[in-house]
């Protein structure tokens, strides 16, 4: 009930084309998802994140959807850049509580 | 406004040995996690500190262990070190103040063992 499945494993997309992730999760007392990237050599960083009181958070090329009664939950990137290439993980969490993380997306995008 | 930083940013140790790990969280922050990060997956709760006491822990042995100073840094310790323990040492930092606040992350300890 602690797990977040995220998919694909990998991604491979043209310049200027959509990247779709998708996470689900089974505990309904989570409460916070965010999304993180994470490019070789690094620590994971914050992209975006939503509540499960909204459906549809916007910011620049970057949207999350959220689904509470499918209890799922994507990120879109827009018009992806070959600097989009990175590792992205989704995680939930329950207020401060521990982040649990998915398996990760290797995304590469392609000029 | 320097974010979370962790040393060493490698670390080379022997099976059996004893490794302490250190992380500064970002300025303004209280709280430090530590997380586990095998190659090809995603980071794995390990502990959470507040107020210098252990507010949380993950699925680790007691082996793994922590401390958080009066100024918010942190340190994990890990005894008798097993290949498996190879991995991303990963901190983050987050403050108390309010609800879904952003866990922010170092850049990690890449800690190996022969």
């Known amino acids: 009930q602690q797990q977040v499945k995220q998919s694909p494993q990998s991604l491979i997309v043209q310049k200027g084309g959509i990247s779709i992730i998708n996470c689900a999760y089974e505990?309904?007392?989570?409460?916070?998802f965010p999304w993180y990237q994470q490019f070789p050599g690094k620590g994971p960083a914050l992209l975006i994140a939503?509540?499960?009181?909204?459906s549809e958070k916007k910011e620049g090329r970057f949207t999350i959807s959220f689904n509470k009664s499918a209890k799922q939950f994507s990120l879109h990137i827009m018009d992806s850049q070959p600097g989009d290439s990175a590792t992205y993980f989704c995680?939930?969490?329950?207020?401060?509580?521990?982040?649990?993380f998915g398996t990760g997306t290797r995304l590469q995008v392609f000029p | 406004d320097a974010g979370v930083t962790q040393s060493p940013t490698h670390l080379i140790k022997t099976r059996g040995q004893q490794v302490t790990l250190r992380c500064s969280p970002k300025?303004?922050?209280?709280?430090v996690s530590w997380y586990q990060q095998a190659l090809g997956q995603g980071p794995q709760f390990i502990f959470q500190?507040?107020?210098?006491?252990?507010?949380q822990r993950g699925n680790f042995p007691d082996r793994f262990s922590g401390h958080q100073f009066p100024n918010y840094s942190s340190e994990l310790n890990v005894n008798a070190l097993l290949l498996g323990d190879s991995a991303l040492y990963l901190c983050?930092?987050?403050?108390?103040?309010?609800?879904?606040?952003?866990?922010?992350f170092g850049d990690g300890t890449r800690l190996s063992i022969l």
């Open positions: 939503i509540r499960p009181d909204v």
């Open positions: 500190y507040y107020e210098e006491e252990e507010r």
């Open positions: 995680a939930a969490s329950k207020d401060t509580d521990k982040l649990i």
């Open positions: 983050a930092s987050t403050s108390s103040g309010g609800s879904n606040q952003p866990q922010h």
């Open positions: 300025s303004g922050h209280d709280t």
């Open positions: 505990n309904t007392a989570f409460d916070y």
